[in-house]
């Protein structure tokens, strides 16, 4: 079958790696993709919103399906968009509907569905610009530091985490009065503060069976010690050496069971990939929020790990027949090393070439913000390349990707030399 990808990251690149893999992928598309996916599929330059264009693409290339990468064409309806159009609603899409999107399109819907399912996760209380004095009184309640979230999409930056309590009011007032965060802002989200560390688990789901992924844990931090400004991820680590098999059993009853009977019993039509951050506070895994996407860059160490077919997967998603596929999982460990530009998460310099890729042994470069310029690899975001090895412990694997991030070169590159540092 013709498949078509949405999306340009490093999360994309695996998609396309791993789908390019499969006897029943054909002709791979990815839109609008970057230079690792040029290597493997044909790019189209369409934007992953632009749903006409997606439109004309799919009947023009006879495509069969649609992976969708990021969450932004999922909260705008795109699985919709297909579904309400007799030309091409046979075109299976990989991402959930518009209603479940906002799972992770507003945290105060995500809140919502966790406290009616009973799934563990930080008390909360929903504020907007009427009831700033009431959120400013809440916040009084509360022990520092305190956790203030936009409750819509705001590209990863969103949640702010203080330790004073008048910054905490002051931040609140800017964003529910001030609107700091544009239409994303005009409700906040006032959470309890869990202590603990994170782990993301990533859930396939047909909307009624699952199945579950092997867990990763990223490094959002800029820094090295985990300090400085949050990014997009700096890197990954699978499987979490600290998710034992008791941990991950009460995942899987607390957290995954209620989650998928939750869609079910909302009606909640779901077709995709269930990302599920978590906090482990004691012994306790408690949900820190959903993303409806798989996480990036924690796909660059868990689609490596997995065995099967992953277009057979796919297909058992759109056609529900999930419970059929056996899961079957590489037991090394995998890592990645996230090669950003310098300065980034702030203001960074792009168009910078790239070399040394050629030279990589043994490590998966996964492309992200990369593209072609005459014949040549440049940068072209802040999140440049993704190096992804395996080893017997993830030990062994990080090595293997400093190993070979000593060949790769671009002007002002930066890195965290300390990925799993903390394990
Ligand atoms: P989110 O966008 O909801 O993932 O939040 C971004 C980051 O903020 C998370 O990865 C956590 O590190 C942190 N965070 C969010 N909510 C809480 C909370 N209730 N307690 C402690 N940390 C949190
Ligand atoms: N790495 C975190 C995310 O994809 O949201």
Redesign the pocket.
């Known amino acids: 079958m013709n498949i078509l990808i949405l999306g340009s990251g490093g999360r994309e690149h695996t998609f396309a790696w791993k789908i390019s893999q499969s006897p029943l992928c054909k002709n791979l598309f990815v839109a609008p993709g970057n230079s690792g996916t040029a290597a493997i599929a044909k790019n189209v330059n369409i934007g992953v919103t632009d749903f006409p264009a997606i439109k004309n693409l799919v009947l023009e290339e006879q495509i069969e399906m649609v992976v969708v990468g990021p969450e932004d064409p999922l909260v705008q309806g795109v699985h919709d968009y297909f579904l309400n159009d007799d030309a091409i609603k046979h075109v299976k899409v990989i991402g959930p509907q518009k209603v479940s999107a906002e799972l992770e399109g507003s945290k105060e819907f995500a809140k919502e569905f966790l406290y009616r399912h009973n799934i563990p996760t930080?008390a909360y209380e929903s504020f907007t610009k009427e009831t700033v004095e009431k959120g400013y009184q809440f916040l009084e309640t509360l022990k520092a530091p305190y956790?203030l979230?936009a409750d819509g999409l705001a590209a990863?930056k969103?949640?702010v985490?203080l330790n004073d309590l008048e910054e905490a009011k002051s931040e609140l007032k800017s964003m529910l009065v001030d609107a700091k965060f544009g239409q994303a802002s005009t409700k906040v989200v006032i959470?309890?503060?869990?202590d603990g560390i994170?782990l993301s688990c990533f859930v396939l789901t047909d909307g009624k069976n699952y199945k579950i992924l092997p867990t990763a844990k990223d490094y959002?931090r800029i820094g090295e010690g985990d300090t400085g400004l949050?990014t997009g991820g700096m890197g990954a680590v699978s499987p979490v050496p600290f998710a034992t098999d008791e941990f991950l059993s009460k995942i899987e009853e607390r957290i995954v069971k209620p989650t998928i009977n939750g869609f079910k019993k909302d009606n909640l039509p779901y077709v995709g990939f269930v990302f599920i951050?978590l906090?482990k506070v004691g012994d306790d895994p408690k949900v820190?929020?959903y993303n409806v996407r798989m996480g990036d860059p924690e796909t660059e160490v868990v689609l490596p790990r997995l065995k099967n077919d992953f277009v057979e997967i796919l297909l058992a998603m759109a056609n529900g027949t999930l419970k059929d596929i056996n899961i079957e999982i590489d037991e090394r460990a995998a890592t990645t090393i996230m090669l950003v530009s310098g300065g980034y998460p702030e203001a960074y310099e792009k168009g910078k070439e790239i070399t040394g890729i050629d030279t990589i042994e043994g490590s998966i470069a996964f492309h992200a913000g990369a593209d072609l310029k005459d014949g040549k690899v440049v940068t072209t975001g802040g999140r440049v390349m993704a190096i992804t090895s395996y080893g017997a412990n993830y030990q062994e694997a990080i090595k293997k990707s400093y190993q070979n991030i000593d060949k790769l070169h671009f002007d002002k590159m930066n890195y965290r030399k300390d990925i799993g540092f903390d394990l």
């Open positions: 930080a956790v979230k990863g969103g949640v985490i959470e309890e503060f869990l994170e959002k949050n951050g906090i820190i929020e």
